[in-house]
């Protein structure tokens, strides 16, 4: 089936790391998204990884990728007040569907 | 350049009227997602367009419906609207791995 999950609220102070996870049902996913999404606007893409990958860094950003698990995470290092919005993990499927299956999104909250 | 535009930004329609959304990809791209995000919820998929084809849609009742135009540019159009369709609806235009959204149009029916 096709499912994303992920914990709805996340809390943290600024300059502590975040960490945000998922968890898909798809085992057949072929890249997996993180995607933001600040108040009223759309969706920016901020990263995304390939299946056959397992971390994969950009500046303070690293996701980590467990297949087995069928788990992924999204590490903020230094984690600012711009930081504050809603994160959406999402899968890509294989076998030619190909559209994005987004989680219910997790909303960062960063206080000082 | 630009990206992925949608309009109009903000639309207020009552119940039994119809809607017509619209997007333009990022110029390039030949595919079209539209996406519904209700309050409260995450993102549904609603439709994906390629080459001026419907190539697949979410479980969506069929007065939800589009298509995509020559110059790739995109409408969804939603009949006999109902209160729950209120919604931020999503396009996004796609380049191998990666899904580019636009701002949005904010449908409220009344």
């Known amino acids: 089936g096709e499912d994303v999950e992920q914990s709805l609220f996340l809390s943290v102070r600024e300059g502590d790391s975040s960490v945000i996870n998922c968890t898909y049902t798809d085992s057949s996913s072929t890249y997996l998204y993180w995607y933001k999404q600040e108040p009223g606007a759309g969706l920016q893409l901020l990263t995304y990884i390939f299946s056959n990958m397992d971390m994969k860094q950009d500046q303070r950003l690293t996701v980590l990728l467990n297949k087995k698990d069928k788990h992924l995470s999204l590490r903020i290092a230094d984690t600012q007040t711009g930081d504050s919005a809603i994160y959406f993990c999402?899968?890509?499927?294989?076998?030619?569907?190909?559209?994005?299956?987004f989680g219910a999104g997790t909303r960062l909250a960063v206080h000082p | 350049e630009a990206g992925v535009t949608q309009s109009p930004t903000h639309l207020i329609k009552t119940r039994g009227q119809q809607a017509t959304l619209r997007c333009s990809p990022i110029s390039g791209h030949t595919s079209v997602y539209w996406y519904q995000q209700a309050l409260g919820l995450g993102l549904q998929f609603l439709l994906w367009y390629d080459e001026g084809e419907e190539r697949n849609r979410g479980n969506f009742p069929p007065r939800f419906s589009g298509r995509q135009f020559p110059n790739y540019s995109s409408e969804l159009n939603v009949n006999a609207l109902e209160l729950e369709d209120s919604a931020l609806y999503l396009c996004?235009?796609?380049?191998?791995?990666?899904?580019?959204f636009g701002e949005g149009s904010r449908l409220t029916v009344l």
């Open positions: 999402a899968e890509t499927l294989s076998g030619g569907y190909n559209k994005l299956i």
């Open positions: 996004a235009s796609r380049a191998g791995g990666e899904l580019f």
